[in-house]
């Protein structure tokens, strides 16, 4: 069974069908391996910079605050204890690296899991090729309405679209992307994909049926 996305101008009509790359778009979605894939991404993103001071890193606390017996209070030997108040942190956050791998026919697979349940979902579109002679984006945000895609909006344009690129950017809810950029994380992330047909056309000809590395 083949899987088509609907192709529309710019004034938002229906002018036909492209067929979508079925290893790439009608495959059975596989919701571990997406976990897993997403997991490593949102992992690799974070900063891993949180760091607390230990007894032995924190300012002062040389000298006894007060002799070992005779005061009714607990002995203290430092005043930068965890237990007291300006003192160092026992187990707190040490700057660290989260980033694990997942093997690369996992991550295939998770791409192409997320390509395929957007298109059962029907939130795939394929807009016509179309230039412009300078960026204008109240000219690309009439083509959004016009369109009638649930936002927020990944909108995938070839390299070599730079004016259009320009022109959908501004547009708070869309985000632009050329085809080397895609992956299964941004492809969630959105209501909307798409895809100039020019680029769909590069999108399914660069990434082949086994989807990135």
Known sequence: ??????????EGKKVGEVELAEALFGIEPNP?????????LRAAARSGTASSRTRSQVRGGGKKPWRQKGTGRARAGS?????????????????RDYDFKVPRKVRRLAF?????????????????????????????AEILDRLEVAAPVMLVVAPDDEIVE???????????????????YDI?????????????????GEVGDEGPA
Not at 79 to 95: A, I, N
Not at 171 to 181: G, S
Not at 197 to 203: I, N, P, Q, S, V
Request: overall charge positive; proline content about 5%.
């Open 188 to 204: 969630l992330r959105f209501s909307s994909l798409l895809f100039l047909k020019g680029a769909l056309d590069e999108f399914q």
């Open 1 to 10: 069974m083949s899987v088509k996305a609907e192709i529309k101008n710019t």
């Open 79 to 95: 005043s930068r204890s965890p237990l007291w108040k300006g003192g160092g942190v026992v187990f707190g956050p040490k700057p």
């Open 32 to 40: 571990y391996a997406v976990h897993q894939v997403v997991r490593m």
């Open 112 to 140: 192409r899991s997320a390509l395929s349940a957007a298109a059962r979902e029907e939130r795939i579109t394929v807009l016509e090729d179309f230039t412009l002679d300078v960026p204008s984006t109240r000219t690309c």
């Open 166 to 184: 320009k022109s959908f950017r501004n547009i708070a809810t869309v985000e632009t992307f050329v085809p080397a950029e895609l992956n299964t």
